[in-house]
């Protein structure tokens, strides 16, 4: 070996090992750049779909509370049809009333029957007795009588027109409120008839003076 001979201790001692040393570096780095540039692109796309995935749970929550907003108003506006209902039964009451007679008609023919006795207490005709105490206590009862029949007919055929006028219901109307509306319509023009029929002496004629003699 000769002396004068320098070594440089940094030089590879073999040109091709060194390229394959630099050929591993290279690929290693590049398979560390793809490896990150994959983790960006996964954590990228993870958030972006968590993002996607919030909003569309949000935008179905304001769908729901909207329609449930919708629905809470529509019942709302919507009519229960507990009016009609119940002017159907007072229709049928009223016709009852009408037909068997009332606490008030009672007390308005008894005050006839009491304004007849004073006024026929200083004397007077058989006849003029007869009107004036039986006949005006008489057309007092059916006169009574005769308005309840009337309010049973108007507020039967209010029940019944009633689901006409309005928001309309998407519900028909029970069928039993119309039967009883009907029924309240029927007994006010049974008891309108004989009323008028009474207050008019149709039906059953006053006594005259001849008879009761």
Known sequence: MNPRT?????????????????????????????????????????????????????????????????????SAKEPSGLGAAAAAVVAAGLGVVALTGSWTGKVAAERETLIGQIKTSGGGTAAQQISEIYGDAWHSTALVNGLFALLALLVGIFALVRPA?????????????????????????????????????????????????
Do not use: C, H
């Not at 390229?19 to 958030?47: H, I, P, R």
């Not at 569309?56 to 108003?73: K, R």
């Open 6 to 74: 320098t070594t440089n201790p940094t030089a590879p001692a073999d040109p091709e090992a060194a390229d394959a040393s630099d050929a591993e570096e290279t690929v290693t780095e590049k398979a560390t750049a793809e490896d990150t540039s994959y983790d960006l692109t996964k954590g990228t796309g993870d958030a972006v779909a968590e993002a996607e995935a919030e909003s569309e749970d949000e935008d179905g929550a304001e769908d729901e509370d909207l329609d449930l907003d919708g629905l809470d108003d529509d």
């Open 165 to 213: 006028f309005g928001v309309p219901s998407a519900q028909p109307q029970p069928g039993w409120v119309r039967a009883v509306a009907t029924a309240g319509i029927a007994l006010g023009v049974l008891g309108l008839l004989v009323s008028v029929g009474m207050y008019f002496d149709l039906i059953v004629a006053l006594p005259t003076a001849t008879a009761a003699q």
